[in-house]
């Protein structure tokens, strides 16, 4: 049996998103969000990876084009595998990583094309304004920079707590 070209062999198996995303806190230790106008909740500062780019440069790019900020990219607090959904028909990756703590939130410079507003919520905010498989990753996020750990977590729905 001849064998199967690469080409024709990476056509056939699995394709993953990855996504990065940001992990700030205010001196509270309230967790910055920002809301996208193409998503109807809240999410961590971050995006997608693209192609030839590490997550975590993916993270500091993402910091900068929606927050006009330069942040250190920290460790790694953890990744989350989510199954695809809605209009995403592919599994995403998603690398949380800590970026710090941000003193002072009048330094943000809104990306107006696509993030309406952000805000800096604590763990019962964010339960209003995230399906609960994000607040699930926010809960183990605050538990692995207080603990040094890292977190691993799958599964996700799309539901999203009503107003």
């Not at 999410?43 to 993402?62: I, K, S």
């Not at 809605?86 to 690398?95: A, G, I, K, S, T």
Request: glycine share 8%; hydrophobic share 40%.
């Amino acid at each position: 049996m001849a064998p199967i070209p690469p080409d024709e062999f990476y056509a056939r198996i699995n394709k993953t998103l990855a996504g990065a995303g940001a992990f700030i806190t205010d001196p509270e230790g309230r967790v910055l969000f920002v809301k996208p106008n193409y998503r109807d909740h809240w999410l961590w500062p971050g995006g997608h990876v693209d192609e030839g780019e590490f997550p975590e440069q993916a993270c500091a790019r993402e910091v900068t084009e929606e927050l006009g900020l330069t942040l250190p990219v920290g460790r790694l607090l953890g990744v989350h595998w989510v199954p695809p959904f809605r209009d995403r028909p592919l599994p995403l990756v998603h690398f949380l990583f800590d970026c710090g703590t941000l003193r002072d939130g009048e330094a943000i410079v809104l990306q107006e094309e696509e993030l309406d507003e952000f805000a800096f919520l604590d763990v019962a905010q964010a339960e209003t304004r995230m399906p609960s498989y994000l607040v699930t990753r926010l809960r183990a996020a605050i538990a692995a920079r207080n603990d040094g750990t890292t977190f691993y977590l799958t599964g996700g729905t799309p539901e999203i707590p009503h107003r």
